[in-house]
């Protein structure tokens, strides 16, 4: 395969209102040598036969649909071909953007994003195509994933729960504040 040739991308026009972005690679790893890890993603039963069952911590947060959905089917190259291609989109790359269109046109210095013809900065994205189809992740999308809101949920009062492991998921988890926020 090819080495890549960084931020090349070719557009073809599908209607006309969509249109396909066949989008270059972004880093220099090859496809192939992406390891998936698919297989037990989070192997609960050996966890708890080494004393650290932290089922009752998952359920009492309502997580364990989102465990169970980690260990569903995987497609490896579809994944691999994404994360090849994928770039972070923020407030830096939006930044960069607004000055390349007033290098491009200096008439948009001092113009908002919609006057210079760019959607509005709204958050960070991770940006990939998948076999020249858009592909975005967000918080939003991640959220959506694990069955919970973006705000996600904490449930501070675990102290019914008697697991050896209490101390270390707190340390860990909530940066030793039994309490949180």
């Given at each position: 395969?090819?080495?890549?040739?960084?931020?090349?991308?070719?557009?073809?026009?599908l209607d006309s209102s969509d249109s396909l972005l066949i989008k270059g690679r972004t880093m220099k790893v090859e496809e192939d040598d992406l390891i998936v890890q698919v297989e037990n993603t989070m192997d609960f039963i050996s966890l708890t036969q080494h004393d650290c069952d932290l089922t009752n911590y998952l359920k009492y947060q309502d997580m364990d649909g989102y465990f169970k959905m980690l260990n569903g089917l995987t497609y490896e190259n579809l994944v691999k071909y994404f994360w090849v291609r994928a770039e972070i989109y923020d407030k830096v790359a939006a930044k960069v953007e607004e000055d390349q269109m007033v290098l491009i046109n200096p008439s948009l210095e001092g113009k908002t994003r919609e006057e210079m013809g760019l959607k509005e900065f709204t958050r960070t994205e991770i940006r990939s195509n998948i076999m020249g189809i858009p592909v975005t992740i967000t918080e939003e999308?991640?959220?959506r994933a694990c069955r919970r809101n973006v705000e996600g949920i904490f449930q501070w009062n675990l102290n019914k729960q008697t697991s050896t492991w209490k101390e270390t998921v707190y340390d860990t988890l909530f940066n030793g504040n039994a309490k949180g926020k």
């Open positions: 395969m090819a080495s890549s040739s960084s931020n090349q991308a070719t557009s073809m026009q999308v991640i959220g």
